[in-house]
Each structure stands twice: as structure tokens, then as C-alpha cells.
């Protein structure tokens, strides 16, 4: 049974006061530091996501995802709950049996580089797998985009996605290649560069995936500083823009 969502938040809260507590606790006695199941969940966690840095490079999940949160993890990265954790961890370690990951990259015009790992790249064909509680009738668009990448970037000219649901039950997706959707990953991908050298939040992106997004409440709690709304940050395209010669 799912809880409400501000009995969610207490829990959450009194789980994130307790862990403060023994860390505290850890730093105040003599014994030696000792490592619990939250040190292992975080340094798997960190490995699986690992943080570019380089703004010139972007990453695939982050061209074909939302702007504002590939922005904000790099920016204002937030810390994830136990729960989105270790959610990511038993999607990712569900699956690994079946990748050979394969990382690349493909130079994306103005300094920009696309940068990604497939799950599994055949002679022919690339693969990736993805978990979640309901199979689709049609690939996810996020998905079809990643996919549609990691064509271009190992030049393959045919790719499948592939869902599992927790009963076991799949779904493929037999994708060709297209050299308009990539072009519009490269150029979302420019954008974020742009925006991340600049210091401007994109704006908003609304989609299912807000609800379990780390960075939420930036994005929808209200506030008086209309500045630090996506919405607003629009207007900040102008600084940009080349000013006309009088």
C-alpha cells in the first residue's frame, strides 16, 4: 500500500535524522570507522552514475531526458533517498547478466561531444534493456532516443529495445536509424552545454518522471523568487542573444 505522500516525507526525514545520528555518533568515539550497508548503497550508486564533469561532454540519458534535471545534477546535485537508490541499483544489477556495455562517442558540433554506453552491441545490431512495472505498447521516447544514439555512435544501422516487467514478461522493439532524431539529440545536447557554461537553468520539462525526481520540489514548491523558476529562466535567453549595433 502506498503511503501519502506527507506521511512519505516524515518517514524520509526521521530515516535521514537517524543516519546524521550515527555518523555523528562514528565521529565523536575512538573506534575505528566502520562501513554499513549506506556506504556500500552510495559508492555502487556513485559508480552507476558517475558525474562527467567536463561540460563539453554530455551524456546520452542526459540529451534525451530532461534538460533541467541533467542540469541540476551537475549543479545542485542532490542527495538520493534509500529508497530511489536502491530502486536504480536492482534495475541496473536485474539486467546485468544480459549487457556488455560499450561505451562512445561522437563529436556534436560547437565543442560538444555525445558521449554514451549501450547495454550490448552486436555485429549488427544494438541492444537495451530496460525494467519497469508495466510493458509498453509502444517504446518510451526517451528511450527510442538513447537507442537511436547509440546507433549513430557505433554506426549501426538497426537497434532493439527490450522491456522486462517484474512477472518476467518482455517486450521488443525492433528500431531503425534516424538522422533527424539525432539531429535533434545533438542540439539538445548543445543546448545543455550552453546553459551550463552560462549558469541558466533550463526550463521546465513536466513528465511523469517528475514525481520521483530528486530535484522536485526545485522545480514545483512554491516560491516568491520567481528567478529561480524554470518557467521564468526563459527570459534569460536574451543575455545571450548578440545585441544590435545602434
Given at each position: 500500500?502506498?503511503?501519502?505522500?506527507?506521511?512519505?516525507?516524515?518517514?524520509?526525514?526521521?530515516?535521514?535524522?537517524?543516519?546524521?545520528?550515527?555518523?555523528?555518533?562514528?565521529?565523536?568515539?575512538?573506534?575505528?570507522?566502520?562501513?554499513?550497508?549506506?556506504?556500500?548503497?552510495?559508492?555502487?550508486?556513485?559508480?552507476?552514475?558517475?558525474?562527467?564533469?567536463?561540460?563539453?561532454?554530455?551524456?546520452?540519458?542526459?540529451?534525451?531526458?530532461?534538460?533541467?534535471?541533467?542540469?541540476?545534477?551537475?549543479?545542485?546535485?542532490?542527495?538520493?533517498?534509500?529508497?530511489?537508490?536502491?530502486?536504480?541499483?536492482?534495475?541496473?544489477?536485474?539486467?546485468?547478466?544480459?549487457?556488455?556495455?560499450?561505451?562512445?562517442?561522437?563529436?556534436?558540433?560547437?565543442?560538444?561531444?555525445?558521449?554514451?554506453r549501450a547495454d550490448r552491441v552486436e555485429d549488427d545490431v544494438v541492444m537495451i534493456f530496460?525494467?519497469?512495472?508495466?510493458?509498453?505498447?509502444?517504446?518510451?521516447?526517451?528511450?527510442?532516443?538513447?537507442?537511436?544514439?547509440?546507433?549513430?555512435?557505433f554506426n549501426k544501422e538497426e537497434g532493439v529495445i527490450i522491456y522486462f516487467d517484474n512477472?518476467?514478461?518482455?517486450?521488443?522493439?525492433?528500431?531503425?536509424?534516424?538522422?533527424?532524431?539525432?539531429?535533434?539529440?545533438?542540439?539538445?545536447?548543445?543546448?545543455?552545454?550552453?546553459?551550463?557554461?552560462?549558469?541558466?537553468?533550463?526550463?521546465?520539462?513536466?513528465?511523469?518522471?517528475?514525481?520521483?525526481?530528486?530535484?522536485?520540489?526545485?522545480?514545483?514548491?512554491?516560491?516568491?523568487?520567481?528567478?529561480?523558476?524554470?518557467?521564468?529562466?526563459?527570459?534569460?535567453?536574451?543575455?545571450?542573444?548578440?545585441?544590435?549595433?545602434?
Open positions: 500500500m502506498k503511503l501519502p505522500a506527507m506521511e512519505e516525507q516524515i518517514i524520509q526525514k526521521v530515516r535521514k535524522k537517524i543516519k546524521v545520528g550515527v555518523e555523528n555518533y562514528r565521529a565523536a568515539s575512538d573506534a575505528p570507522a566502520k562501513v554499513d550497508v549506506y556506504d556500500v548503497i552510495q559508492e555502487v550508486f556513485a559508480d552507476l552514475n558517475p558525474n562527467l564533469g567536463d561540460e563539453s561532454k554530455i551524456s546520452v540519458e542526459e540529451a534525451s531526458g530532461c534538460l533541467r534535471r541533467g542540469y541540476l545534477d551537475r549543479k545542485e546535485p542532490a542527495e538520493r533517498t534509500h529508497k530511489q537508490m536502491i530502486s536504480a541499483l536492482m534495475e541496473k544489477g536485474a539486467l546485468s547478466v544480459l549487457e556488455r556495455p560499450v561505451e562512445g562517442m561522437v563529436e556534436g558540433g560547437s565543442n560538444v561531444k555525445l558521449v554514451g530496460r525494467r519497469i512495472s508495466d510493458l509498453p505498447e509502444i517504446p518510451y521516447a526517451e528511450h527510442f532516443i538513447q537507442l537511436n544514439s547509440y546507433l549513430h555512435i512477472d518476467g514478461n518482455e517486450a521488443e522493439f525492433i528500431l531503425p536509424k534516424s538522422e533527424k532524431l539525432f539531429k535533434e539529440t545533438l542540439r539538445r545536447a548543445r543546448i545543455l552545454n550552453t546553459l551550463l557554461r552560462n549558469n541558466i537553468t533550463p526550463a521546465i520539462e513536466p513528465s511523469a518522471r517528475c514525481n520521483d525526481c530528486p530535484h522536485n520540489e526545485k522545480c514545483y514548491y512554491s516560491s516568491e523568487d520567481k528567478q529561480k523558476w524554470g518557467l521564468w529562466a526563459r527570459g534569460k535567453w536574451r543575455e545571450l542573444k548578440p545585441k544590435p549595433f545602434l
